[in-house]
């Protein structure tokens, strides 16, 4: 039985640019991750009320979906396609992102995610990433 949220720690940790974001790993299973981001002042957009950088929700977007479909894949997987709905900006707190895995095929994974603020769902997202021809 893989050890999907050992993958999902690892995937936390291996690209430089998460060095910078921090994000967390919280949970994983075959079809669905959640990652924390906790809220730092450089994330801010806006200070007249303090929101989140748009470019921050898309990487944990991102982030977030290639690790759901790289735990499943068990392998890196490139991103395809990257869409964000932004439903209203995000307050100056830590994100929530669950990134649900919809399908895994031969050749390509799709992944929706959801961002977070506290109880408060601020952006969805739909993703899609190639699947190596060679995998574990």
């Known amino acids: 039985m893989a050890d999907y949220l050992a993958r999902l720690e690892e995937e936390m940790r291996r690209p430089p640019l998460h060095g910078w974001l921090r994000p967390q790993a919280i949970r994983a299973d075959g079809s669905e991750v959640e990652v924390r981001l906790p809220f730092r ?22 982030l977030t979906a290639h690790a759901a479909a790289a735990c499943a894949a068990g392998t890196p997987v490139p991103t395809v396609t990257l869409g964000v709905d932004y439903l209203r900006a995000a307050p100056g707190v830590d994100l929530r992102a669950v990134g649900i895995l919809r399908k895994l095929g031969r050749t390509l994974a799709r992944v929706d995610v959801e961002i977070f603020a506290g109880d408060r769902l601020v952006a969805l997202s739909r993703n899609t990433f190639a699947i190596p021809e060679e995998r574990p």
């Open 41 to 62: 002042p450089e994330f801010a957009g806006g200070t007249d009320p303090v929101f989140i950088h748009g470019g921050i929700v898309a990487a944990l977007c991102d």
